[in-house]
């Protein structure tokens, strides 16, 4: 049989409760433009800058505060960033440009707005044999993702998910119409939410027409972790996985079969009660240079560490944090290098004149990126602190080991020095012939990208007569890799659920006839959930950044997926609110 259906994602905003904003600083004296702004990646904003104002890139300095949320809306360079630096160097003196919250909403870049018909052939028993996929994506004015230059529709080729499809093709056209610009890759990696979301509703229906359990089918068509590296007819290489572990567990945690049955139960007594599943596989980590640039700039990232005498260290690294807790990450990451205490580690990012450049915080990329820097980066660090090491235990270099805390001589465990003892005879005690100080620079350029799986379970009720929606129980079950600090995951699932889940239950962007927001006064309320989120369990094995929720990708299931007639076609509204 062959499946086709014409699913669409509306065009959505990220909304951060902090406009974009900038200030612009030109001293006529010395030549030197200090630019304050909004920015997810401020070398990458310095190197623009410099391009279109002429100004030497040396002579510009870039620092990105805390500005609070981003979500991919403050990555690209607006208009009022350059008039604000432009109105500077005319004026001799600061300028500041800042948006109301309505401005960000109505002028700065737009997500989603996608229109896809997925054709998935399968048999009778459920094998899926072949995906044909066609979309087209209103990008309004003009494209405002900066998707490196290999992939200007992004990753969606990504849409073949966890599933083995023997072949499949995949084509997006954009056009380009009056609308705000549109096409940022909100809360996620180049396109990955759109074609999650497709393959998971496809999947769905298929299951439905099919007339076999969603989970079922899933499991029949996943790739086996005997399969990996897998392959993928779309060209991407996945590294590993285990989906039917992932799935099981999420199962077994929501109790499935007696959910199903107390599911019919209340069914059969005129409730609205939906089970919604979704198992993603995504693709993040940009990424490997020889495939990902911006601007040309090849895509990679980078950590500076420096160890004082007194064995505190700081590292600088290229990202910019947007509060997912990265000074907490990477010094806990680097720490565990260097046998320091995480307090002990001061990070810094987010200033051009001293950081090393970097690419920035996007697409999920920070903690396979710039975490791989530092961890490299302490490496290096560590190599040369061996031979200091060896130098005060007057031992040769090969009878110098560590334990991860100290370094000992070889059979001889009570005679050691901890890295404390080390970065003080940097300065103080070195073998002859020896550069002081205890520091390296790395810059990292992944093999790969990652490709982190999951499986979400949600149960929600519907009132028939308010349309209020009930999330009544919600299992998500992570696998991305090995776990930095489990507290930072559980932060960003917490977080990341209730911005994705009121999508499909009020959030969306009318608009006139005219191409301007409709009422954008009210969006203060169209943004606000109408349901509170009972988080239930967890198992989330994931480095905080790797774990991006894909809760974005079930949210539609939550309303759709088991209703008497499946709305794959569109995403359904159970009220609609006027001002």
Not at 395 to 415: C, M, N, P, Q
Request: proline share 7%; aromatic share 8%.
């Amino acid at each position: 049989m062959v499946l086709k259906e014409q699913i669409r994602m509306p065009r959505v905003h990220p909304t951060p409760l902090e406009p974009c904003g900038c200030i612009g600083d030109y001293q006529q004296s010395t030549g030197k433009l200090t630019w304050y702004v909004t920015s997810q990646a401020p070398h990458a904003h310095r190197t623009v800058l410099s391009m279109v104002s002429h100004l030497p890139e040396h002579m510009i300095h870039v620092i990105s505060p805390d500005i609070g949320g981003r979500f991919g809306n403050k990555v690209p360079v607006y208009p009022g960033y350059i008039c604000a630096v432009v109105m500077s160097m005319k004026l001799g003196r600061p300028v500041k440009w800042i948006e109301t919250r309505t401005e960000n909403i109505a002028t700065t870049n737009f997500a989603r707005d996608y229109h896809m018909t997925v054709e998935i052939g399968a048999t009778e028993d459920g094998q899926v044999k072949a995906l044909k996929v066609t979309t087209i994506a209103d990008h309004g004015a003009f494209d405002a993702a900066a998707d490196p230059s290999k992939f200007p529709a992004g990753l969606f080729s990504v849409v073949t998910g966890s599933y083995r499809f023997p072949v499949a093709f995949v084509e997006v056209d954009g056009v380009y119409i009056n609308k705000a610009p549109g096409g940022v890759a909100y809360r996620c990696s180049f396109r990955v939410t759109e074609a999650s979301f497709l393959i998971e509703r496809g999947m769905n229906t298929l299951a439905y027409r099919l007339n076999l359990d969603p989970a079922e089918l899933r499991r029949r068509n996943f790739i086996s972790p005997q399969e990996f590296p897998y392959q993928s007819p779309l060209g991407w290489t996945y590294d590993s996985g285990d989906y039917e572990t992932t799935l099981d567990t999420a199962l077994t945690l929501i109790d499935y079969p007696r959910l199903r049955s107390e599911q019919k139960k209340r069914r059969d007594q005129g409730e609205l009660v939906g089970i919604g599943i979704s198992t993603f596989t995504e693709i993040v980590g940009a990424g490997p240079s020889h495939t990902f640039d911006i601007l040309g700039i090849k895509m990679f990232d980078s950590c500076e560490i420096r160890i004082h005498p007194t064995g505190k260290a700081i590292a600088r690294l290229g990202t910019r944090h947007q509060g997912q807790g990265h000074e907490t990450t990477f010094a806990q990451l680097i720490a565990q290098e260097l046998g320091l205490s995480a307090e002990d580690v001061l990070i810094e990012d987010g200033d051009t004149d001293t950081a090393p450049y970097g690419l920035g915080t996007y697409a999920s990329r920070s903690t396979p990126t710039a975490g791989g820097a530092a961890a490299l980066a302490a490496r290096r660090v560590r190599k040369k602190a061996r031979e200091i090491a060896a130098h005060l235990l007057e031992v040769s270099l090969e009878d110098v080991t560590w334990d991860g805390i100290r370094f000992s001589a070889k059979g001889l465990s009570s005679h050691s020095v901890t890295m404390v003892d080390v970065a003080l005879a940097a300065y103080t005690n070195l073998p002859e012939g020896m550069e002081p100080g205890v520091e390296a620079t790395y810059y990292y350029d992944p093999p790969n990208l990652t490709f982190p799986n999951g499986a979400y379970i949600a149960v929600v009720s519907i009132d028939r007569g308010t349309g209020q929606v009930h999330v009544e129980r919600f299992v998500a079950v992570d696998d991305c890799g090995t776990v930095i600090n489990p507290m930072v995951v559980e932060g960003q699932i917490h977080g990341g659920l209730p911005r994705v889940l009121v999508l499909p239950s009020c959030k969306k962007l009318p608009l006139m006839r005219t191409v301007t927001i409709w009422r954008p006064i009210s969006w203060n309320i169209w943004c606000r959930p109408q349901w509170e989120l009972p988080i239930g369990k967890q198992v989330v094995p994931s480095p905080p950044l790797l774990t991006i929720l894909s809760v974005r990708k079930v949210s539609a299931n939550l309303l759709m997926s088991d209703r008497r007639r499946p709305l794959s076609t569109r995403w359904w509204m159970p009220c609609r609110l006027t001002a």
